[in-house]
């Protein structure tokens, strides 16, 4: 089976998991076993050829746009890392069941253990550096599911935020340093990154490629000062803290340093950072650890105290160091997922972890206190244990570190300090815990623990003995394998062996167990010593760091982002300033070629009641009656300006449209305060009118140079066919339903959507109705004006054939449906002012929405009637005929067009105006409270 | 007069308008004026309430050219007020009782009185709230604003027999 | 065949009218029925135009059978049409989701969003300048009516600010077309394209304030600092289906700079080549920025969710600004994959906010969910593919963005802000997440008494979020696709011109 | 002579609208500004038929006659406004 | 007279701005009023100015340019649907939050998680 | 020059001077009721004035007759009254004060 299978049939096994709800636990469980158990017989299938020095591959070519291909490799140190994932994996998984009480989920705890085992197989197994970060993140995920997984626990999700937040940060690092990386060699996949190694370190980008890296390792493997999200992260049950942090996730942070070992170590600066770095940690976290009273805070620091360890190894020059930061990695795992387990079973019978409560378990659970007795020796560097082992080939090789200069002796002295607490805090599990008088107040009465729950320790512990006692025989290979693979072929000669006779090591080991016993002994004033020192803890630090971003974030926003529409919009008016303003001063001269026409008194006049109009509406804008009067003058100007400059469709557009738009927001005004408080300061007053004049100056400019400069336009093309091509005179109107009909169908849609729209707005709107005007006159008495009501009826027929006769003659002389139907809608809106709405609606029984739906159609299928003789939408007909009697005449697709232009400005006009009429005269009592919308 | 036509003298006026309009007699015009001067009638009707029928279209047109005539006179009398000095001007509010109580005819006297001499129709009492109704018989008056009012008696005396008088002749009310 | 180019805004209008008219105009089952059968048909359409254009390359379609530059002409190309697609691919989504009961909340809910689709979709493919301006506002129109669907008072205000800020930007965008056809004479890009680079002297400061004036009413559409004030207050106070469907309005805005930018403002395109790349660019990593500030300051989901659109448009703007092939392959995907998982989120804060009684979809202690399986996982997933990690789209995403923006070297600035800006809403999203699903007033679920989500909204959100694995697993033809959109995009009319085509 | 006579007729119109634009400013009451800004209206419909006939051509009688209807419309709806509030009621 | 063209256009962008940057809707539905009417003009101007040659085909030589002009109309057509939008979603605001202040107040974000 | 020119020429004067007069009359009258006279009269026989120039002159000058113009005459003769009657209710309702001295002021009712 290719390798791809491995991460496969996990993630299959996963989703098999997940399902398994209604099977039993041991059912569930045993489902659960047979997909890490197949793939670790993948695994095992290609181990031969692994322990002969072969790498297996299996590539399968995916994304060549991104270079990301799904490319497996398996090499000694794959493959050791996959027998400790897949094999503490599956004890795990067997421990699990037995530790998970009955409310809790089974199988959503086996799912998300399994997706996490695929990211840790992924990881491991990678041969190109996307996939790994693909896999690197998802355990990132996986492990944020499974801390957690008591997700009503507020520690379990703080701890799962925080270990997501720290990891996923090193995550991103990661990935930059993996694109830059990439980008150095030309490709992503790992066996052409680690055969560049000197190519790598040479490049200008080594460093930050390196830092980037190490960012991810470190913030995974918990190194200083990122460690503190992995204490945190003991919120989840014990067999996933037992899983990820022996064996798996913190692991894949060292992996990833060994993995590019060979592309990126060797380098002083290598050698520096990680050294240090893990010296650090190790101290840190072995001090630390003496003095938590909980149980699994005790292994988390010690967890970080070794992955410290296994980081200053790597970071030693020696390649025996490498040899033994494997080798350590291998143990580590062994005795710490077997001392979580124990842990658990003591978690799980007694109800507590805190070791002030724990107090001679050795009565209740003599078997698990011998299991965990033994992890803990090994994890103290006792003799006969594999501890021991690599801890004396760890302090074998700080004598050999050069990298402090005159100052390398500190490693050796320091690394034997760390070895002592290390010690102490082993004796401390086993002391404070199996003996040191009686259990006090525990929630439960201990006892021993189940049979087949303790299973996977006797296991590990097994290992644990056997390794110690018989190195050679049993890790061996394994060993060598995976050293190749780091230090790519180079096999160190090294030797594993229970007694190498007196030597510096020993000595060191001798010196850090008699100062372990020392220090363990005089812990109570190491623990009254220990409160006096400000808590320093990573955690608050991250909580308030968050707190203190959020809250800066809410401030930055409501600042910001504060709801004044007067902002949003003179922000808006500002770049349009800058942004249009600058290059006008680039201009050498605004005034463009052409000879300007003269100024003569129409233009004069004309301009000075504009502005006047423009002017007092600006004035007047607070007593917004007159406002409205002022700035009818100009829009009564700019119709005349449009007749003036030879636009009479325009003139006719703008007046019709001005006239209704001035009765809109008449109707608007009643519902509206009269009248505008002052409410801008002056000097925001000051502020909004420099922004307008230099708006005002801007654009005017803009339309001064452009109307004095000559236009090669594309225009000519209209005026000559017009007549010949759209079969009109007026090319204006030409335009509009011929050669740029589709504009003017959009236009008819949006106006049908706008009225629409305001029906939907008003549609039982409870609306404040005054009943007075702004000067506390109530309303006349009369509604409906005598005189008035009789000449509106006399003009409704004039009207109507005024806008007949602008429609028909559109296509040739100014006019057109959409003119047409405005003057249409005036008269009705005529009708309305003189009766009202209800004498309307009583004789007008029109539904608008239909109206404005078939305008819009009738439009629609003119322009789609093309189809039938493979036109193009829209493609206009037209054809003279000779009538009898009534001569030549012109019959053209385009009038069915202006036809529905005409259907749709009538029904769009009349359904705003109904909408609104509805609003007042259905219930007139509401006129006389005032009811101010309150729903 | 039916369904199909309901008024014939609208019809006619606009036909004559749209002819008008298009400055032409052809017949295809003709056609479609009359098309639009049967069903825009057609489609108003609704809107139009019951008035009073013309009953002597004759004296109709008499009225209309001795109101053209006063036009004329009003707005050169008018012009003469208003450059002159204005502090000699005497204006007025005066009420004009009324014999008509149809919406129409009053419509017409108010606008004629408000085309002619110094005179301008401000309101017809008494004022009803809702729609005018043609069954209501209250006396009416007529209030306008006299820019100079010589002697009221004699303008509403004028009022009544010159414009007042034919019109409910000519709407035999 | 060859009209099919134009079915994909006529037929939006059709559905629309069809829906106002009877018998779809009467009954409100009627009208769903039709309405989602009618945005499956203009899907198909789509889909179908999409196969026609991949076959045999860009299509344009002359309306009216009058040529350019002087008739509208669309220009069917490879990314017009995906993103077309998208859009009534969403529209389809939203309407299904929308039949739950939401539509009948309010008038006019289905022929308001086809009305909208005709109004995107015409934006999309249409290869003049006034008649994008005319689109615009009928996607306009109909979104400023959507918005006010099912309106209340918070709404209200929403939607005067965005009406508002939107009527001066129509104002700007015509005083920029005037001072285009002002200065070229001409209303078609490629045209307009084609003079620019022929323009001396004062008339290249006056296409320049044309092109400025373009830009930054895309850009307040596109929601690019500092005109995207508008956009947290009004997508948040949106009906969650319609502000699903808003999606892909700032898309518009992105595609018009992309269409726009690509070839009027074009590297080869004379003396204004490359207009404004700078301040696009700081613009769009101030956007990131400010919309990542936005996620994290979010006190509720929907105003969250509307930040996160912040931050995608910034992200597109930033890689379109590059004008280069790679980062607008990269923006392709980038947009699809947004649009969509965006609008999925919205949807999902919606699901969560109706079963979360008073407290709704506001970051903070509260009843739980109680379908918070079904919901929780699509939540899951969307938040993963928004955040960009594996295994969903998002992380292709951003690798690609990664790597495009690498090869331009442009990574000194861009990197820092986007990792960053990743790992803060990685925080921010996971926060709110973990607060909403997980921190409870009460644990007793069974006792909870919401009404089950409706079927509909299900498969509706399952289907939008289900997009985002999809867009892995075949990345590879997608990617590739995404590729051959951009070098359709980046084939220079001019260098065309010159070479006999590419 | 007809063309300065109408020139001369220009500028009586022009000085009658300012005149309106006069009263429009100054007001006082709000019925006095409606007054002149149908007074203006009407004013304009004479400028543009005399533009018409300056220009000798009828393109203009269209948006005369629209002002004549659009204008009396306007003063109406304004006036209604002031009587009533609610100009549909 | 090109200028004085400009200088009207100019004045009503200037007074439309100025309007548009008030604190009620009224005012602002007035100033975008006001900035349609300048905008249509300077569209309208982007065909420059002629006297006099109306684009109706007569035999004449020479005609204002007609595609502006067209343009215009659109622009006036979809104005006028947009500015009826905004009158009417102003009565509605009015109607929902009490008064036609268009700027959220302090307290108005005190939002409830109730939705109808 | 042509007899015709005479006749538009003294018409178009007419109705000119008749039109500043009904402006001269809104500016220079002391209270709104008396301004009222001008517009509605003066300046609708100068519309008029104007009008018939305009059709005789176009009747001359093209071919056939150019009618239309009355219409207008028509239109502000039906609508100026109508102007003046509503602008006058809004005045009464405004209780705009009227010149001392106008007689008759107590027989406005209130509206
Ligand atoms: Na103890
Ligand atoms: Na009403």
Not at chain 1, 295 to 319: C, F, Q, R, V
Not at chain 3, 307 to 330: D, K, R, W
Not at chain 5, 61 to 87: H, K, N, R, W
Request: aromatic share 10%; proline share 4%; net charge neutral.
């Amino acid at each position: 089976m290719a390798l791809f299978w491995v991460p496969l049939i996990t993630t299959i096994g996963s989703l098999i998991s997940s399902r398994a709800a209604k099977l039993s636990r041991n059912e569930t469980a045993a489902v659960t076993l047979i997909a890490p158990l197949i793939a670790l017989a993948v695994c095992l299938y290609h181990a031969p050829a692994v322990f002969n020095g072969e790498t297996v591959y299996d590539h399968i070519q995916w994304l060549d746009v991104l270079g990301i291909h799904l490319s497996f490799r398996l090499d000694g140190l794959s493959l050791l890392f996959t027998l400790l994932i897949l094999g503490i994996g599956c004890l795990v998984i067997f421990y699990a069941r037995y530790y998970l009480s009955a409310k809790d989920s089974l199988p959503k705890l086996y799912a998300y253990l399994l997706l996490f085992m695929t990211a840790m197989l992924g990881i491991v197994m990678s041969n190109n550096t996307i996939q790994l970060w693909f896999f690197w993140e998802l355990t990132s995920i996986s492990s944020f599911l499974l801390i957690s997984y008591w997700s009503d626990k507020a520690e379990a999700r703080k701890g799962a935020l925080m270990a997501l937040s720290i990891t996923g940060a090193g995550g991103l690092a990661l990935l930059a340093g993996l694109l830059i990386l990439g980008n150095i060699v030309g490709s992503y996949q790992l066996d052409v990154i680690l055969a560049s190694g000197d190519m790598i370190k040479q490049s200008q980008w080594y460093e930050l490629t390196l830092v980037l890296i190490l960012l991810g390792a470190f913030t995974k493997s918990a190194q200083f000062p990122f460690h503190f999200w992995l204490p945190h992260a003991m919120a989840a049950p014990t067999p996933v803290s037992a899983y990820l942090h022996s064996a798996t996730m913190v692991k894949a942070g060292i992996f990833l340093l060994a993995r590019f070992y060979p592309a990126l170590a060797g380098t002083e600066i290598w050698f520096l950072i990680v050294s240090l770095t893990g010296l650090t940690t190790l101290l840190i976290g072995a001090y630390v650890a003496l003095f938590k009273h909980d149980l699994k805070g005790l292994l988390a620091y010690s967890t970080i105290s070794h992955l410290g360890l296994i980081t200053l190894l790597l970071g030693l020059d020696t390649e025996l160091a490498t040899v033994a930061a494997i080798f350590h990695i291998i143990n580590h795992a062994t005795f710490k997922a077997s001392l979580f387990m124990a842990t658990g079973i003591i978690d799980h019978e007694t109800g507590t972890r805190d070791m002030r409560k724990l107090n001679g378990m050795w009565k209740f659970m003599p078997f698990t206190a011998t299991l965990a007795m033994v992890s803990a020796a090994s994890m103290a560097g006792v003799p006969l244990l594999n501890g021991f082992l690599s801890k004396e080939m760890f302090f074998a090789e700080t004598l050999h570190a050069q990298l402090l200069g005159s100052m390398s002796w500190l490693i050796p002295v320091l690394a034997t300090a760390a070895g002592a607490f290390s010690v102490a805090y082993s004796a401390r599990f086993i002391h404070d815990v199996f003996f040191n008088g009686d259990p006090v107040d525990l929630p439960k009465q201990p006892h021993e623990a189940p049979r087949y729950m303790r299973v996977p320790i006797e296991i590990l512990v097994a290992i644990c003995i056997l390794v110690g006692m018989f190195p050679n025989l049993i890790v061996d290979s394994i060993l060598d394998v995976a050293s190749s693979a780091v230090l790519t072929g180079a096999t160190p000669v090294f030797e594993i062996a229970l007694w190498h006779g007196f030597n510096l090591p020993l000595l060191m080991s001798a010196l850090a167990v008699a100062g372990g016993v020392v220090i363990y002994s005089l812990r109570k004033h190491l623990f009254q010593f220990q409160a006096t020192l400000p808590a320093l803890e990573g955690r608050y630090m991250f909580e308030q760091g968050l707190d203190v971003v959020l809250s800066w974030c809410q401030k930055r926003i409501s600042q910001f982002e504060n709801g004044s529409l007067q902002r949003y919009t003179i922000v808006l008016i500002a770049t349009v300033l800058f942004f249009a303003g600058a290059p006008l001063f680039d201009m050498q001269k605004l005034v463009g070629g052409n000879q300007p026409h003269p100024i003569d008194m129409f233009n004069a006049v004309g301009t000075g009641l504009l502005i006047a109009g423009a002017v007092a509406t600006v004035i007047w804008h607070r007593h917004r009656m007159i406002a409205l009067i002022m700035i009818s003058i100009v829009g009564l100007m700019v119709s005349v300006a449009f007749t003036r400059f030879s636009a009479p469709d325009l003139a006719l557009t703008q007046l019709s449209v001005e006239v209704v738009t001035v009765v809109l927001l008449m109707l608007a005004l009643f519902f509206l305060p009269q009248k505008t408080p002052k409410e801008s300061s002056s000097i925001r007053v000051l502020r909004d009118l420099m922004i307008s004049t230099g708006c005002g100056v801007v654009v005017g400019s803009i339309c001064y140079a452009l109307v004095t400069r000559p236009l090669d336009s594309i225009s000519q093309f209209f005026v000559e066919n017009a007549k010949t091509g759209g079969g009109g005179t007026n090319v204006v109107n030409v335009i509009l339903v011929d050669f740029r009909g589709f504009d003017t169908l959009g236009e008819i849609t949006v106006l049908g959507i706008a009225a629409l729209g305001i029906y939907k707005l008003l549609n039982n709107l409870p609306l404040f109705m005054p009943s007075t005007d702004s000067e506390g006159r109530k309303w006349a008495r009369e509604k409906y004006p005598l005189l008035l009501a009789t000449i509106s009826q006399t003009l409704l027929p004039l009207a109507l054939l005024v806008s007949a006769f602008i429609f028909i003659r559109g296509h040739n002389l100014p006019g057109g449906g959409f003119i047409a139907g405005l003057v249409t809608a005036t008269a009705i809106i005529l009708q309305y002012i003189a009766h009202g709405s209800n004498w309307i609606n009583d004789r007008l029984l029109f539904n608008y929405r239909k109206i404005i739906a078939s305008g819009v159609m009738i439009a629609f299928i003119c322009g789609a009637g093309s189809f039938l003789f493979d036109k193009p939408f829209l493609t206009s007909w037209f054809d003279y005929f000779d009538i009898p009697l009534v001569g030549k005449t012109e019959l053209a697709s385009a009038m069915i067009f202006d036809l529905g232009v005409y259907v749709t400005v009538v029904g769009a006009t009349m359904m705003i105006l109904a909408s609104l009429g509805k609003l007042t005269a259905n219930d007139e009592a509401k006129s006389e409270t005032k009811t101010i919308g309150a729903k | 007069m039916n369904r199909y036509f309901p008024a014939p003298s609208t019809s006619i006026l606009l036909l004559v308008i749209w002819l008008l309009l298009n400055n032409s007699l052809s017949f295809g015009q003709v056609l479609l004026g009359t098309i639009l001067a049967i069903s825009i009638p057609i489609f108003t009707r609704p809107f139009t309430e019951q008035n009073p029928s013309v009953k002597r279209p004759a004296l109709a047109i008499k009225q209309l050219l001795v109101v053209l005539l006063d036009i004329i006179t009003a707005n050169i009398q008018v012009a003469i007020l208003i450059v002159g000095p204005n502090k000699r001007l005497r204006p007025a509010f005066v009420k004009v009782p009324l014999d008509m109580t149809d919406a129409l005819p009053i419509t017409l006297l108010a606008s004629t009185v408000s085309l002619t001499p110094g005179t301008v129709s401000a309101e017809v009492y008494p004022i009803s709230e809702e729609h005018h109704t043609s069954d209501n018989k209250t006396p009416r008056y007529l209030l306008i604003h006299v820019l100079d009012l010589q002697d009221e008696a004699k303008l509403i005396e004028q009022i009544k027999t010159r414009y007042e008088a034919p019109i409910k002749e000519i709407f035999g009310c | 065949m060859q009209h099919i180019v134009v079915f994909p805004i006529l037929f939006p209008l059709f559905s629309a009218l069809l829906l106002l008219l009877p018998p779809c105009g009467k009954s409100v089952k009627a009208r769903r029925f039709a309405s989602v059968g009618l945005a499956a048909i203009s899907l198909i359409i789509n889909i179908c135009l999409l196969s026609h254009v991949l076959d045999i390359g860009t299509l344009t379609y002359a309306i009216g059978n009058w040529q350019a530059p002087f008739g509208i002409v669309l220009h069917a190309d490879l990314l017009a049409v995906t993103l077309t697609c998208l859009a009534s691919f969403l529209s389809l989504c939203c309407i299904v989701y929308s039949c739950a009961g939401d539509d009948a909340k309010g008038s006019f809910f289905h022929p308001l969003v086809h009305f909208l689709l005709m109004g995107v979709c015409g934006a999309f493919l249409t290869g003049d300048l006034f008649n994008l301006f005319v689109f615009f506002e009928v996607l306009l129109i109909a979104s400023y009516s959507l918005l006010m669907h099912a309106a209340d008072k918070h709404n209200t205000r929403g939607a005067l600010h965005y009406v508002i800020l939107n009527l001066v930007g129509s104002a700007i965008f015509l005083i920029a077309l005037g001072t285009m056809y002002g200065v070229l004479g001409s209303l078609n890009i490629q045209d307009v394209a084609a003079r620019i680079s022929q323009l001396t002297n004062d008339d290249v400061s006056l296409a320049k304030i044309g092109g400025s004036l373009l830009l930054i009413v895309f850009a307040l559409k596109a929601a690019l600092l500092p005109l995207h004030m508008w956009l947290p207050n009004t997508y948040s106070n949106a009906m969650p289906v319609v502000a699903a469907l808003f999606a892909i309005m700032t898309k518009v805005g992105v595609y018009s700079i992309i269409r726009v930018y690509n070839s009027i403002f074009s590297p080869g395109s004379g003396p204004l080549g490359a207009m404004g790349q700078d301040v696009l660019w700081f613009a769009a990593l101030a956007t990131i920025v400010v919309g990542t500030i936005g996620v994290l300051a979010s006190k509720d989901l929907r105003k969250l969710v509307a930040n996160l659109i912040v931050v995608s448009a910034g992200t597109l703007i930033a890689l379109v600004s590059l004008q280069q092939m790679q980062a607008t392959a990269a923006a392709i995907y980038y947009l699809i994959h947004s649009t969509l998982v965006c609008a999925a989120l919205f949807l999902c804060v919606d699901l969560i906010a109706s079963q979360r009684g008073k407290v709704a979809d506001r970051i903070t202690t509260g009843r739980p969910v109680k379908q918070g399986l079904l919901i929780g996982v699509v939540f899951f997933a969307a938040a993963l593919a928004v955040i960009g990690m594996p295994p969903l789209s998002g992380f292709v995403g951003k690798i690609w963005i990664l790597k495009a923006t690498y090869q331009q070297g442009d990574y000194a600035l861009f990197w820092p802000i986007y990792l960053v800006a990743s790992l803060l809403i990685l925080v921010g999203v996971t926060r709110a997440g973990s607060i909403v699903f997980w921190q409870n007033t009460s644990k007793d679920i069974d006792k909870i008494d919401v009404k089950p989500i409706h079927k509909f909204k299900v498969w509706a959100v399952y289907i939008l979020a289900g997009v985002s694995p999809f867009m892995v697993i075949f990345a590879k033809p997608i990617t590739d696709f995404c590729l051959q959109a951009a070098m359709q995009i980046h084939q220079n009319p001019a260098v065309t011109q010159l070479t006999g085509g590419l | 002579m007809l063309g300065s006579v109408i020139i001369f007729v220009f500028a009586m119109l022009g000085l009658a609208l300012l005149l309106n634009i006069w009263r429009l400013l100054k007001g006082p009451s709000v019925p006095d500004r409606i007054l002149a800004l149908d007074t203006m209206y009407i004013n304009t419909i004479a400028v543009i038929v005399l533009y018409g006939l300056h220009n000798d051509t009828s393109l203009y009688f269209e948006a005369a006659l629209l002002i004549a209807m659009l204008g009396f419309v306007s003063t109406v709806a304004l006036c209604k406004y002031l009587l009533r509030g609610d100009l549909i009621e | 007279m090109e200028l004085l063209y400009s200088v009207c256009v100019g004045v009503l962008v200037g007074c439309g701005v100025f309007l548009i940057l008030r604190a009620r809707s009224f005012p602002i539905v007035l100033g975008l009023t006001m900035l349609s009417y300048a905008v249509n003009l300077f569209l309208f101007a982007s065909g420059r100015l002629t006297i006099n040659k109306a684009a109706i085909l007569s035999g004449s030589e020479q005609y204002a340019d007609p595609l502006p002009q067209a343009l215009v109309l659109t622009a006036i057509v979809i104005g006028f649907a947009m500015t009826a939008f905004s009158v009417i979603l102003a009565i509605r605001a009015r109607a929902d939050l009490g008064n036609d202040y268009v700027n959220q107040l302090a307290q108005a974000n005190n939002k409830t998680g109730v939705r109808k | 020059m042509m007899i015709y020119e005479w006749l538009v020429s003294i018409l178009l004067l007419l109705g000119g001077t008749l039109i500043l007069i009904g402006s001269i009359g809104l500016v220079k009258m002391p209270d709104f009721f008396m301004r009222l006279h001008g517009p509605t009269k003066a300046t609708t026989l100068g519309m008029a004035c104007l009008l018939i120039a305009a059709m005789i002159y176009f009747s001359v000058t093209t071919a056939g007759y150019s009618l239309k113009e009355i219409l207008i005459s028509i239109f502000l003769l039906i609508t100026a009254p109508i102007s003046g009657y509503i602008l006058i209710k809004s005045a009464i309702h405004h209780k705009l004060a009227a010149k001392e001295g106008t007689q008759g002021i107590d027989r406005i009712e209130k509206d």
